[in-house]
């Protein structure tokens, strides 16, 4: 039987239906999750085909089991994302047969024995990339790696330290692509560490290590040096009984001065409370057995042991509040513990699809023509992840829309009331998603290490042994299928297709205006506000999706144009008054988080959203807040801190530098013809918009396409304007405008922010010397020559001669090319492929 295929536009106006009209939610499911083979064939065409899809491997696998869940039933519980909600890999992968990769979210690699050697440090490169280009998120820890200046046996004589090799694991990450999805990477290291300054600074230098985020294992000893004026002693090795080969006592306070600064200025680095993650973990209590754990995934919310890995699931908490936005509204808790467990039977019931994909994987690894030295890394590492995630069948259950739960409760976020229900659904959370795993155990059996008495003393197991002393003897007894449970995932695009607020954070803004350029000669456009370059506007406003249940709940009516004190007016009136993530009381998010944390066994993912003109003080007191709140991590970002730190690199001067008298330079014009150009670098889709003035090129903006962080353009579009504008806060942009199917102008928005600023600076670059009027072939030559450190970059600089030889004159000689069929000099462009005048051989590209 065949099977059907769609096209791009019938999943996205089927999926447009689907979610109700909402664009960017059906834009997200069918470019990220909608069943897809290596050509970009669509085989499904709405989510209730992906949930049907999910529903039925997830029957076969509980009828391998006693009391199995029927595919319908699976399925009524993910139906319109309402209630459970697999995320990401598991939502893309389960039942794809067309895509060799892990369902796993994330993982931890690090090497025992001596990982400090060349060939440790580069196996772990290796090891990373592998499981990147499998879709999953890699973090691993450098506290191993011996400070700068010390001995070494080779001929290097001393080591170079961390920072080097930080920019190598960085520079891999941001060679893997999988579908417009980048790799993600976490790199962490103990403050204990001599070196660990030069890791909390490395990112503030300009353009280095722009592939990982950082975050600073801190213990209670320094924090309590910090905060006390004391020193703080450093050793290498980071642990261990033997005594140090390097110590080093230093200034506590000055320290800890240095990460609040940072992470004022640039978001980065992110703080882990070591101690408490490591006290607080249930998987610790078998460390003698291979679960210590050592660092945490990209994202933070999942500490984990060398090569185990975690699936994650969403509970939507907003579809649990009964009458919502009303005064009878109520949660239903008696729904969501019967729930909760059969999420948590749904996460076990992965790990058994896991293990068939990994079979899939190593048997295609196998199969490959590799030579077996070649293949062996790769095959050996998926043994020991399959061997350590059957070992402690580890899950990551979720939550997502807490920020709508409470607002249709009637609770503001932020506040001690609110606080005290968000623990109340989490603790529920916890007891019952436990009682399922003991009920597994009985059932299924429990994971093979399972010991009760080495969970005794643990602080968690001993809060649940209180809260429920009947679900703590049930586990002694029958022990538990899984040796974690919980975590709390930012859950971004899950978020769009729920419709929620993401995680456990507050809305962004309830409703806001934004503006699109528009023609002011159109016919029945409406023009709201002109800028002081003359470009006209049109406003419109922007709801988020709840807020709209509750203005139709409360009868008031939708309008097209408000001014901003109507705006203001309507928030004042919501229940998402002062509960945004800019005006919340931050340190009462901090001590929810704290709260919260309690009851989830891994670690939470949250971010404290501050405004920019915060002091340094501020996001100390939150730090130090946090740390004696009992959170295991914690991150802050200021409003434009990155973009900050961003802009400086713009004016790093460029490697090469094209004089070219003055005389010759167009000013550019408000409105530029521009071409789309799309092209594939390996196996990454890439896109270019080239700016043009008589046809010819007159600047160009180029990078990875459909990436989260990228542009998202659809490939019908191969021609438009590129209109330089000017923002509401007084920033220079350059958005795209083309026409869409339905004869509607679209625009998106800042071009220049849209790509990876390394990408940007280049194209400044370039777009230079267009400007002044250098031949193509000339541009061509600059651009071919130019000596870049970066692989990624040098993947750009090839994506920027494959679009401008597009423009190169017919008859052009590639000058100094020789014909690989014949070896003549006889190579000229014709509509921008390589022609051989001698022997006729034809290359694109």
């Not at 185990?308 to 939507?316: E, P």
């Not at 350590?388 to 976020?413: P, S």
């Amino acid at each position: 039987m065949e099977t059907k295929t769609y096209t791009y536009d019938e999943a996205q106006e089927a999926s447009l239906h689907y979610f109700d009209g909402d664009e960017l939610a059906a834009r997200v499911w069918v470019t990220k999750y909608a069943l897809k083979d290596s050509f970009g064939n669509l085989f499904e065409k709405t989510p209730d085909d992906m949930h049907h899809r999910i529903a039925r491997e997830i029957a076969r696998i509980e009828s391998r089991y006693p009391s199995p869940m029927s595919e319908e039933e699976v399925f009524e519980l993910m139906r319109g994302f309402r209630y459970i909600v697999p995320q990401g890999s598991p939502m893309s992968g389960i039942g794809n047969d067309y895509q060799v990769g892990s369902l796993s979210n994330c993982f931890v690699i690090g090497l025992d024995g001596n990982p400090d050697s060349y060939g440790g440090i580069m196996k772990i490169d290796e090891e990373q990339v592998q499981l990147m280009k499998r879709r999953g998120g890699v973090g691993h820890d450098l506290s191993h790696i011996r400070p700068k200046g010390t001995p070494v046996k080779n001929s290097a004589l001393t080591s170079t330290g961390l920072v080097p090799f930080m920019e190598r694991y960085s520079n891999s990450t941001r060679e893997v692509a999988q579908d417009g999805r980048r790799g993600a990477l976490m790199m962490t290291v103990s403050i204990k560490h001599p070196d660990s300054e030069s890791f909390i600074d490395a990112k503030m230098t300009e353009g280095k290590v722009t592939g990982a985020n950082v975050s600073v294992r801190i213990d209670d000893e320094f924090m309590k040096a910090a905060t006390e004026g004391r020193p703080y002693m450093q050793t290498y090795p980071v642990t261990g009984d033997s005594e140090p080969i390097v110590k080093k006592e230093i200034d506590a306070s000055a320290l800890w001065g240095k990460i609040v600064h940072n992470a004022w200025k640039s978001a980065e680095p992110g703080v882990l409370f070591w101690d408490t993650v490591t006290r607080e973990s249930v998987p610790d209590c078998y460390a003698d057995l291979g679960f210590r754990t050592i660092s945490t995934n990209p994202c933070g919310e999942i500490p984990l042991c060398p090569y185990d890995s975690c699936r994650l699931l969403a509970i939507n908490l907003y579809s649990y509040v009964k009458k919502p936005f009303t005064p009878e509204a109520y949660f239903d808790f008696e729904l969501f513990r019967e729930h909760v467990m059969k999420a948590q039977r749904m996460m076990d019931d992965i790990i058994d699809l896991e293990m068939e994909k990994i079979d899939t994987i190593i048997a295609k690894v196998d199969e490959d023509p590799e030579l077996p030295e070649v293949k062996r890394t790769e095959c050996h590492l998926w043994e020991k992840i399959k061997a350590k995630t059957l070992k402690g069948r580890r899950t990551g259950v979720g939550t997502t829309a807490e920020g709508d739960m409470l607002a249709a409760l009637g609770l503001r976020y932020g506040t001690p009331e609110a606080t005290d229900f968000s623990e109340k659904v989490h603790r529920t959370l916890a007891l019952a998603a436990y009682r399922s795993s003991v009920e597994m155990a009985r059932e299924r059996g429990a994971f093979d290490i399972f010991d009760a008495k080495r969970e005794v003393a643990n602080p968690y197991i001993n809060r649940i042994k209180e809260a429920d002393p009947q679900l703590y003897d049930d586990m002694v007894k029958y022990g538990r299928r899984n040796i974690a449970c919980l975590t709390i995932a930012p859950t971004g695009t899950t978020s769009l297709m729920t419709r929620t607020t993401s995680g456990i954070e507050p809305v962004f803004l309830p409703v806001y205006k934004r503006r699109r350029k528009v023609n002011p000669n159109d016919p029945d456009v409406r023009v709201d506000y002109v800028d002081d370059t003359g470009d006209a506007f049109e406003e419109y406003v922007v709801y988020h999706p709840k807020f709209v249940t509750w203005m139709d709940i409360c009868g008031i009516e939708r309008k097209e144009r408000y001014t901003q004190e109507e705006l203001d007016e309507l928030i004042a009136r919501s229940p998402y008054f002062k509960a945004t993530s800019n005006d919340i009381d931050w340190l009462e998010k901090v001590k929810m988080q704290g709260r919260v944390q309690k009851w989830v066994d891994h670690s939470i993912s949250v971010t404290i959203n501050l405004p920019s003109d915060v002091s340094e003080e501020l996001v100390n007191r939150l730090y130090v807040e946090a740390w004696k709140s009992g959170c295991k991590g914690c991150t802050v970002y200021r409003d434009g801190s990155r973009s900050g730190v961003l802009v400086s690199l713009e004016k790093k001067a460029p490697a090469d530098e094209v004089k070219i008298s003055e005389a010759h330079v167009l000013k550019r014009p408000i409105e530029l013809e521009a071409d789309v150009v799309r092209f594939q670098n390996n196996k990454e889709k890439w896109i270019a918009f080239v700016g043009l003035v008589d046809g010819q090129p007159y600047e160009i903006f180029t990078g990875l396409a459909d990436d989260e962080d990228g542009i998202f353009c659809p490939k019908s579009v191969t021609h438009g304007k590129i209109i330089k504008a000017i923002d509401e806060h007084g920033y220079k942009r350059y958005d795209f405008q083309f026409i869409n199917k339905r004869g509607y102008k679209t625009t998106i928005e800042g071009l220049s922010d849209k790509f990876n600023p390394e990408y940007w600076n280049y194209a400044k670059l370039i777009s230079g010397v267009l400007r002044y009027g250098m031949p193509i072939d000339q541009v061509l030559k600059l651009v071919s020559g130019l000596e870049l450190d970066s692989q990624s970059i040098n993947t750009w600089k090839m994506g920027v001669e494959r679009a401008l030889k597009k423009y190169l004159p017919n008859g052009t000689k590639a000058n100094g090319q020789k014909c690989p069929n014949c070896g003549n000099e006889t190579l000229i462009y014709q509509e921008g492929c390589l022609i051989c005048t001698s022997c006729g051989t034809s290359k694109c590209g």
